[in-house]
């Protein structure tokens, strides 16, 4: 399809230049060590690379880490050269913040390619700069034409699966960088902290699997530190680190961050954490979250508020970011016939029909940390997710979904779509009023996608209640299949400027596109 010009993608000085700095993959044991917290000689170093998030037409912020407290300011220019470059004066940043810090841009040219630089200075001496720091992104197009591409998908370092440097590390993040979207949507689970890695795993086929090791991977998180050093451990991947440095991202949490299913009051019965309380553990994640991804908070909001929100990626794009997490309701059998909290919360929920009905963009996607006609199960009676496995009319979480897309329908609000990822392979679902129990709502697509760096798992059971159709899946035979015995899965969506028609490619690692849909502006049931 046709998209606007593009700055050629960086095999390129301005991102090699910054995400060098740690060493490749064969040496990251030796990277682990290189970034201690308080060091008192030398100058600051940003081994951790660079992120820029809250992308919009005209502003963005920027993140860094340090080794030790300094001034971060950062560097913008239209050029690689950085000939007239304006300069960003940032916070010091210390401990309190784990050594991270970020800079908000203003006044930005819309849909242009912006090159930037990030020196650490010492507080006490602003002669003293460790080396820059190099990165490049597009802010957001004011024109219609300019079109839209973007990837997504999920689920990072989990049930056992680190950075193995004998296979290079998290390699699927350099085919993505290749690919040079505008932007990559995080669908949840970005770390496992409930997921401790071992050294070494024997696989079924009798080969080994090696994970780069930390203190903090060596067990469950339950400090702040320890949630710190999980958001921490993707950094040391070079891979990962020249993504960061390219494609700015939207991230969204789900339950890993935290703990493996969890739920607002949750008290743990896990014999492996010292601190049961849930609501303890969450706090803590969420502000090793808010410091470890480059994510503005909506004004007069909280920081776990910032977790749902829009975002606005010119006049062709919204994303509706959820968070299916903080404000639901306990797991349960889910078969509840009055459900006013149900996955989003009432407060989220509001804000969502709010956002959709006042939305002039022409593709709306729902970006939603979990499916929704997916039954996932937690334990024997209870589930995880929106469905339960009754074909009937809605019930539980299901009420809530109800209502949304009924209001969807009666607002005439066109244009939606839902990606996710959360179960580990990659799908299509179509859901039309026809084939449901419940009838009051326009016809979409639900996409799935992920995982990155985690265990494959087998394809989940359909519950009938909203009519979905699987029309493609592609998902290992068994359980936790291995990124060595199986292609880790993204999704990517492109947005065509003259037509606005939206192709959504469904792609394994390795290079392969297993499945395509092109959806119609404007069109119902699609």
Known sequence: MPHRPRIPSPGRRTVLRGSLLVPAAAALPAAVGAAPALALAGRPEAAWGVQ??????????????????????????????????????????????????????????????????????????????????????????????????????????????????????????????????????????????????????????????????????????????????????????????????????????????????WYPGQILDDERYTEKNVDILAARSARAFGEYFPVSAPHGSSRRSRMYRTVHHGPLLDVFVLDMRSHRNRNSPNRQADDTTGILGAEQLRWLKRALAESRAVWKVIAADMPLGLVVPDGATDFEAVAQGDPGAPLGRELQIAELLRFIKHRKVTGTLWL??????????????????????????????????????????????????????????????????SPQFFGEVEIDGHSADLTVRLRAEGGAVLFTKVLRPGRVGQ
């Not at 990072?156 to 932007?183: C, H, K, S, T």
């Not at 090696?210 to 991947?237: C, I, P, Q, S, W």
């Not at 179509?430 to 494959?456: C, Q």
């Not at 394809?459 to 209640?465: E, F, H, P």
């Open 52 to 261: 820029v998030g809250s992308v919009t037409a005209s502003s963005a912020l920027v993140w860094v880490r340090s080794d030790r407290p300094a001034r971060m300011v950062v560097e913008t220019s239209a050029t690689e050269s950085f000939r007239r470059a304006r300069s960003w004066y940032g916070p010091l940043i210390g401990p309190g913040s784990d050594f991270t810090g970020t800079v908000p841009l203003y006044g930005l040219p819309a849909g242009e390619q912006v090159h930037y630089r990030v020196t650490l200075a010492d507080p006490h001496d602003p002669r003293r700069t460790g080396k820059p720091v190099y990165g490049t992104f597009r802010t957001a197009p004011s024109r219609r034409r300019d079109g839209v591409r973007f990837l997504w998908s999920g689920d990072v370092a989990g049930q056992g699966w680190g950075i193995n440097p004998d296979i290079g590390g998290y390699r699927v993040y350099e085919e993505m960088r290749r690919l040079d979207p505008d932007f990559f949507l995080c669908s949840g689970d970005t770390v496992y902290a409930d997921g401790p890695l071992q050294p070494s795993v024997t696989l079924p086929d009798g080969r080994v699997w090696r994970n780069v090791m930390t203190e903090e991977k060596a067990k469950v998180a339950e400090t702040l530190d320890e949630y710190r050093g999980n958001f921490r451990y993707n950094l040391l991947d070079s891979n990962f680190r020249r993504f960061n440095a390219q494609v700015p991202s939207v991230v969204q949490w789900d339950d890993h961050e935290v703990r493996n299913n």
């Open 420 to 485: 996710t990822a959360d179960v580990h392979y990659t799908s299509a679902q179509h859901y039309a009023p026809e084939r449901a129990a419940f009838k009051d709502f326009a016809p979409f697509w639900e996409f799935v996608s992920g995982p990155l760096a985690a265990g494959g798992f087998p394809a989940n059971a359909l519950d009938g209640t909203f009519g979905p159709d699987r029309v493609f899946v592609r998902a290992p035979d068994r359980a936790n299949v291995s990124p060595m015995e």
